[in-house]
């Protein structure tokens, strides 16, 4: 129910000594109020339990932006819109910039301020990851003075804080020492606009010849808390950036994350991304020009392991022409050896749906033929996939004429009747065999017809996946 | 601001709004959004989530976007305002509107009120936006009807018709 305004008393001082004298006569009373962004939502549910504010909005000691040769102190009452168009931050902090940009709408943005987003202390808030990779210190004011305590111990809790009721936060400080760092951040959420996160990352990161010399990795919405993952930094520095690495990442990151289930994910997914989210981080880490050392070893994996999700995707297309399958495989990644990639490969085939499967049997000639009918995808299958289907019917043409002509006959029902190529994994398989089995499962019905074809698309990309680790 | 002798718990609260000197009497915890509607009588700024995600009831303080509904009205105390109402010159309409007119950008009309003042603050930085930056100057402004890809036509149009002027 929408609160009565009559019940709510509202006080504006004009500077911030008046606000903490304020603060200070009834500790605990008065709630600051500054954009309104989250104070104004609860106002209008009814959920605000302070009877009596004090606008803290335009306190021209809070709000400004400072710079020094070693750090760049920020005043708690900077809005986004302030932040985003600060040339220090946009230089020197672009994790803190990407936050700014990802925080609501542009009317949020012009209200919602980095104090506020501080205090309101949501695990899910975009812009405290940042706060705690760029090791941010907090100066905190009260009548009794000002004190400087580390961001990273602030929050004690959910909705937790080390803030005393007569204290209001004045400046945020960042050092300048990452300008050089590589960062990284990324939001998981519904949509990329205005929507809450399931799971954010900020990290920063300097690789030194393949090697990971220093690193800050913190994540929202997977604990009570915005939460630096030390652990998994102890367990990556000054290691080199390989397979074992990525492994070994994920798994401690998995177990440093303390998610819950929710109305907007679930913890296991959470977990899963929050792991998901460090390997890919170190894989652009390996992809900076300092690690590039580790790019030019053999391993086909290992190499794959590390790149990009796009150029990953199109390096294994060859092996399967389905880009939800593609997509899985990217996704399942690090894979520290074969039989991982062919159980990951087996996996993410069985969890797709039949669209998946369709565009994978579309990207195969037709038996007899050396290449794929029309693409149905803009994805014309790649010249390593036409010769490895060419390998893979070698037997069919040795066949005599009439068992080619009955295969192009059975071939021509089969698509007549199932609206689509026929799969088989032709491998060593001769051509009157192939010829057998197809007619054998032009008796099927559709779905136990969709199944087998499935199979033998699965078996296909297991002998592919084979092929392309030993190129 | 002073205690308003009509009503306890009432304060004076003077800003301009589309460039009228205005002096009301509220509480200082009164939405913007009600002053602006029910006091001052301008209702184009329209009340849709009540909590900043819809951007319906947008209006422009002191030349930035924000959500009235989100503003205690003595936050606005001192400030210029826009609304809807002032942005054309009297009579004649913004060339926003035009366009939104042109193009078809308005269907029920709700949003547009807030659409039309966030795509006026997103011209006045960026003159002739990307359609990238068009659609981030009106993420927080939802349009009920769907009808998107005729609101970034339209506030895409200005900048054309200059180009080609």
Redesign the interface.
């Given at each position: 129910m929408r609160s009565n305004p009559h019940d709510y008393e509202m006080v504006a001082p004009n500077s911030l000594q008046a606000t903490v004298s304020l603060l200070a006569s009834e500790p605990g009373v008065w709630l600051p109020i500054a954009g309104g962004t989250d104070v104004m939502v609860q106002y209008a549910a009814g959920n605000l339990p302070a009877r009596k504010l004090v606008s803290i909005w335009n306190l021209p000691e809070l709000r400004r932006i400072e710079t020094s040769a070693d750090e760049i102190r920020i005043g708690a009452g900077s809005t986004y819109t302030d932040l985003r168009k600060n040339e220090i931050v946009a230089r020197e902090f672009p994790l803190l910039a990407t936050a700014a940009r990802w925080t609501g709408g542009i009317a949020n943005q012009n209200r919602g301020t980095i104090g506020g987003n501080i205090v309101n202390a949501s695990p899910a808030a975009d812009s405290l990851p940042a706060l705690l990779a760029y090791e941010a210190e907090l100066i905190l004011v009260s009548i009794r003075g000002e004190r400087r305590l580390p961001y990273v111990n602030f929050h004690t809790g959910y909705k937790k804080t080390l803030l005393r009721p007569d204290e209001l936060i004045q400046t945020v400080c960042l050092p300048r020492r990452f300008s050089q760092y590589i960062s990284h951040a990324r939001k998981v959420g519904a949509r990329s606009a205005q929507a809450i996160s399931k799971v954010c990352i900020a990290a920063l990161g300097r690789p030194t010849d393949g090697r990971v010399e220093d690193v800050r990795i913190a994540l929202g919405s997977i604990a009570p808390v915005p939460l630096r993952l030390r652990q998994t930094e102890q367990a990556v520095i000054g290691r080199s950036i390989d397979s074992a690495l990525l492994l070994l990442a994920r798994k401690t990151a998995m177990a440093e994350v303390r998610p819950i289930d929710d109305i907007r994910s679930t913890a296991r997914y959470r977990a899963t991304v929050a792991g998901n989210l460090v390997v890919e981080f170190l894989g652009l880490l390996a992809s900076d020009r300092n690690a590039v050392e580790h790019r030019q070893s053999n391993d086909v994996l290992g190499r794959w392991n590390l790149l990009p999700a796009d150029e990953a995707a199109t390096a294994i297309l060859s092996c399967c022409g389905s880009k939800g399958w593609t997509r899985g495989m990217v996704a399942r990644r690090p894979l520290a050896d074969e039989d991982a990639l062919l159980a990951a490969s087996e996996e993410t085939w069985r969890s797709l749906a039949p669209s998946d499967w369709m565009e994978a049997f579309h990207s195969h000639p037709r038996i007899g033929i050396s290449r794929a009918p029309e693409p149905p995808s803009p994805q014309s299958p790649s010249t390593q996939s036409v010769a490895w289907s060419a390998q893979e019917q070698s037997n069919v043409g040795d066949a005599n004429d009439a068992v080619k002509i009955a295969l192009a006959d059975a071939n021509r029902e089969y698509e007549q009747r199932f609206n689509r190529i026929f799969i088989v994994c032709a491998t060593g398989k001769s051509a009157s065999e192939i010829l057998e089995i197809l007619q054998r499962r032009l008796e099927n019905d559709a779905e136990t017809e969709l199944r087998e074809a499935a199979e033998q698309q699965r078996q296909i990309t297991e002998i592919r996946l084979k092929k392309w680790l030993r190129r | 601001?002073t205690n308003s002798r009509e009503s306890p718990?009432k304060v004076e609260i003077a800003f301009t709004v589309n460039g009228e000197l205005k002096k009301i009497h509220?509480?200082?915890?009164?939405?913007l959004l009600d002053v602006l509607r029910l006091d001052l009588g301008l209702t184009g700024a329209k009340e849709g989530c009540?909590?900043?995600?819809c951007?319906s009831c947008?209006v422009l303080m002191d030349g930035?976007?924000?959500?009235s509904?989100?503003?205690?009205v003595?936050?606005a105390?001192g400030t210029s305002l826009v609304t809807i109402e002032g942005l054309g010159a009297g009579s004649e309409l913004h060339i926003l509107q035009e366009t939104f007119l042109e193009y078809g950008g308005a269907q029920c009309g709700i949003c547009t009120p807030g659409m039309i003042l966030?795509a006026f603050?997103?011209l006045s930085e960026k003159p002739a936006p990307t359609m990238a930056e068009i659609?981030?100057?009106?993420?927080?402004?939802l349009c009920r009807c769907t009808g998107y890809s005729q609101i970034l036509e339209a506030v895409g149009e200005p900048a054309r018709r200059r180009a080609n002027a």
């Amino acid at each position: 129910m929408r609160s009565n305004p009559h019940d709510y008393e509202m006080v504006a001082p004009n500077s911030l000594q008046a606000t903490v004298s304020l603060l200070a006569s009834e500790p605990g009373v008065w709630l600051p109020i500054a954009g309104g962004t989250d104070v104004m939502v609860q106002y209008a549910a009814g959920n605000l339990p302070a009877r009596k504010l004090v606008s803290i909005w335009n306190l021209p000691e809070l709000r400004r932006i400072e710079t020094s040769a070693d750090e760049i102190r920020i005043g708690a009452g900077s809005t986004y819109t302030d932040l985003r168009k600060n040339e220090i931050v946009a230089r020197e902090f672009p994790l803190l910039a990407t936050a700014a940009r990802w925080t609501g709408g542009i009317a949020n943005q012009n209200r919602g301020t980095i104090g506020g987003n501080i205090v309101n202390a949501s695990p899910a808030a975009d812009s405290l990851p940042a706060l705690l990779a760029y090791e941010a210190e907090l100066i905190l004011v009260s009548i009794r003075g000002e004190r400087r305590l580390p961001y990273v111990n602030f929050h004690t809790g959910y909705k937790k804080t080390l803030l005393r009721p007569d204290e209001l936060i004045q400046t945020v400080c960042l050092p300048r020492r990452f300008s050089q760092y590589i960062s990284h951040a990324r939001k998981v959420g519904a949509r990329s606009a205005q929507a809450i996160s399931k799971v954010c990352i900020a990290a920063l990161g300097r690789p030194t010849d393949g090697r990971v010399e220093d690193v800050r990795i913190a994540l929202g919405s997977i604990a009570p808390v915005p939460l630096r993952l030390r652990q998994t930094e102890q367990a990556v520095i000054g290691r080199s950036i390989d397979s074992a690495l990525l492994l070994l990442a994920r798994k401690t990151a998995m177990a440093e994350v303390r998610p819950i289930d929710d109305i907007r994910s679930t913890a296991r997914y959470r977990a899963t991304v929050a792991g998901n989210l460090v390997v890919e981080f170190l894989g652009l880490l390996a992809s900076d020009r300092n690690a590039v050392e580790h790019r030019q070893s053999n391993d086909v994996l290992g190499r794959w392991n590390l790149l990009p999700a796009d150029e990953a995707a199109t390096a294994i297309l060859s092996c399967c022409g389905s880009k939800g399958w593609t997509r899985g495989m990217v996704a399942r990644r690090p894979l520290a050896d074969e039989d991982a990639l062919l159980a990951a490969s087996e996996e993410t085939w069985r969890s797709l749906a039949p669209s998946d499967w369709m565009e994978a049997f579309h990207s195969h000639p037709r038996i007899g033929i050396s290449r794929a009918p029309e693409p149905p995808s803009p994805q014309s299958p790649s010249t390593q996939s036409v010769a490895w289907s060419a390998q893979e019917q070698s037997n069919v043409g040795d066949a005599n004429d009439a068992v080619k002509i009955a295969l192009a006959d059975a071939n021509r029902e089969y698509e007549q009747r199932f609206n689509r190529i026929f799969i088989v994994c032709a491998t060593g398989k001769s051509a009157s065999e192939i010829l057998e089995i197809l007619q054998r499962r032009l008796e099927n019905d559709a779905e136990t017809e969709l199944r087998e074809a499935a199979e033998q698309q699965r078996q296909i990309t297991e002998i592919r996946l084979k092929k392309w680790l030993r190129r | 601001m002073t205690n308003s002798r009509e009503s306890p718990g009432k304060v004076e609260i003077a800003f301009t709004v589309n460039g009228e000197l205005k002096k009301i009497h509220a509480y200082p915890m009164e939405r913007l959004l009600d002053v602006l509607r029910l006091d001052l009588g301008l209702t184009g700024a329209k009340e849709g989530c009540g909590e900043g995600e819809c951007g319906s009831c947008s209006v422009l303080m002191d030349g930035a976007l924000v959500n009235s509904c989100l503003v205690p009205v003595l936050q606005a105390a001192g400030t210029s305002l826009v609304t809807i109402e002032g942005l054309g010159a009297g009579s004649e309409l913004h060339i926003l509107q035009e366009t939104f007119l042109e193009y078809g950008g308005a269907q029920c009309g709700i949003c547009t009120p807030g659409m039309i003042l966030a795509a006026f603050q997103l011209l006045s930085e960026k003159p002739a936006p990307t359609m990238a930056e068009i659609r981030e100057g009106l993420s927080g402004n939802l349009c009920r009807c769907t009808g998107y890809s005729q609101i970034l036509e339209a506030v895409g149009e200005p900048a054309r018709r200059r180009a080609n002027a």
